[in-house]
Every structure is written in structure tokens, then in C-alpha cells.
């Protein structure tokens, strides 16, 4: 499992991790839907990384720096591939989906479980999502991954697509108003 919350919020205007939804920041919340899915727990922070480790909870997940958070989401995706090392499937989500659902990731290790493919990606309705989940060579790929991210990969790859329509998986936040209920 790799957490990705190493941007700097530049739309949101401030780290937005650190933002709250119901009095938990974004990271809080997705920590907690995901605690405990995965035989490692990682989270790759970057910019504003002392302030947002310490929403991470001690003991359970395992936090990484990406030096080179500026050059993009790649960048700390390829930073969390490393961690996870030899890993057989890696989870990957987002920092800023709250409304996620521990179904959702649920779902994409059920479909792994009884399929073949390298690439299990949610999605709400025909919207490509978060969390994705790789394995086999998509891993190595990953460790290549653009400065763009995983998308350009995705669609290179044979990815199944997973009905997550209503787990929060194409609700981000992007802007403070993006946090209204």
C-alpha cells in the first residue's frame, strides 16, 4: 500500500493534506479507510513533509521524502515503488480522495485475487480513479513512471477497469471549495 501526499497543494493554495473534513485532515482520513490493507503501509510525502508526517499515525505507516516532489505526482509515485521494494502488488491512492471508501480497495484486491491482468484501476462510472492497484511488470514500470504519473502507463498496460461508482474514488480535492459536502 502507497499513500501518495507529496504535493504542495499549488491549486489548493496550501498543503491540502493538511486540510480538514470533519475535523480530520485529507491524509488523516484516507489513512484511517486504508489502515491496515497491505502487508506494508507507505506514505511518500514532499513539500511541507515535517508538517504532514505529523498527521501520520506512529507505528503503522511507514513514511518516505521524495526529494524531487516538485518534478510531480511520477516523482513520489516512483519514491513509494522503491520503498515497497519486491513487492508482488502494490495499492496505490491518493492523499486527497476523503470521501474514500475502504470498499473501493477492497473491491480492486477481490478483482486481483481472480484475475490476470497488471493493472486494476477504480472507477466511477466511465472516470478513471484512485486507488489503482499494479503488479507484475506494471511494478517495474512504475519505477519508470513519468513525471506525469501512472495514467500515461495505465493506458499503455492492460488495466481492468472496477465499479467503484459511490466509494469517493473520483472525489478529490483539488480547491478549498472542492471541500463542501
Known sequence: MVVLAGGQGSRFGSPKQ?????????L?????????IGERQV???????EAVAAVVPEGRWETVVCADWQAGVGA?????IEVVGEAEEVLIALADLPWLEREAA?????????????????????????????????????????DAGLGPVLREARTVAVDC??????RDVDR???LGS
Open 106 to 146: 477492497l473491491r480492486l484486491l477481490s478483482a486481483a485475487a481472480d484475475g490476470e491482468a497488471e493493472a486494476y484501476r477504480a472507477f466511477d462510472g466511465e472516470t478513471p480513479a484512485h486507488p489503482v492497484l499494479i503488479r507484475g511488470a506494471m511494478i517495474e514500470r512504475a519505477r519508470h513512471a513519468p
Open 176 to 178: 478549498p471549495a472542492d
Open 76 to 80: 513520489s509515485l516512483r519514491a513509494g
Open 165 to 170: 461508482a459511490g466509494l469517493g474514488v473520483a
Open 28 to 36: 488523516a482520513r484516507v489513512l484511517t479507510t486504508l489502515d491496515g
Open 43 to 49: 506514505v511518500v510525502l514532499g513539500a511541507a513533509a
Open 18 to 26: 493538511l486540510a480538514e473534513v470533519d475535523g480530520e485532515s485529507l
